[in-house]
Each structure stands twice: as C-alpha cells, then as structure tokens.
C-alpha cells in the first residue's frame, strides 16, 4: 500500500492541472521576477476561488520540474522567472526590484572553485547588488 501512496503522490507532483496551468502563464505574464504572493494575486484575478495554498504548491512543483526558475534572494522572498536557463540577475537595494543581467553565464566556474570543506560544488547562483535606473533616478 505504501507503493501505491507514493505513486499517486507521484504522478499528482507530475500531472498537469488547470491551477497549475493558470499558474504557470501568471509566472510567464509578470515579466517582473514576482514573488509567490505576486503570482497569487495575478491567478486570483481570473480564477478568485484558487487557495494561496495551492498556488504556493504548485510554483514549487513547476520549479522543481524546471517549466520555471525559482530565484533564492538573500534576505528576500524567493523570485520566480519564466525564463528558466541559467543566467546571473541583479537586485536593486533600493526597492528590492530583480532584473535579468546581460551576460554570459560561466558553466564552468563551479570548476574553477577550490573548496577545503570537501563540499563536491555542484553549481552556483549569482545576484547582483546595486542601484536601478528608476531609484537612480529619484535620487535615491
């Protein structure tokens, strides 16, 4: 029984659904890198009786299935992008805005990392910090 339990579980996590569907063009509309309360709000606008809850879930699958980016912020809520090939970004300290970086992205500088823990470096996320136009703009 057990054997069954996970293989619902299973394919529920690879099943595609209505709610993650809506999710996904949320993600895919907000060119912004939202948050996950920002994809909420968007997916609430069409379908209002869609859980906070279910929305949450759902990003998390389509991250680890990689149909999206998740974007970890130090110190920040986690970002979403639709654009899912590996590639640097860049954080406004001002108003917290996150903004893809044009620049090559270094596969192989995990390589390049010497490590005297032993951690076998599997990969690496770059953020950016600095000021963006518009808060360059009001001065601030």
């Not at 606008?45 to 912020?73: H, K, M, Q, W």
Request: overall charge negative; some cysteine.
């Amino acid at each position: 029984m057990a054997g069954t339990v996970s293989d619902k579980q299973g394919s529920a996590a690879t099943r595609n659904t209505i709610q993650r569907a809506l999710v996904l063009e949320a993600v895919r509309s907000l060119h912004d890198h939202p948050t996950s309360a920002d994809v909420y709000e968007a997916v609430r606008r069409t379908y209002p009786n869609i859980s906070r809850a279910t929305v949450y879930r759902n990003l998390g699958v389509l991250a680890n299935r990689g149909d999206v980016l998740r974007v970890e912020v130090p110190n920040g809520a986690d970002r979403y992008d639709f654009f899912n090939e590996p590639h640097y970004h860049a954080k406004c300290r001002v108003c917290g805005r996150i903004v893809d970086v044009d620049m090559p992205y270094e596969s192989d500088i995990a390589s390049k990392v010497s490590d005297a823990h032993g951690f076998a470096i599997e990969g690496h996320e770059i953020i950016f910090d600095g000021v963006c136009p518009a808060c360059q703009k009001a001065g601030a």
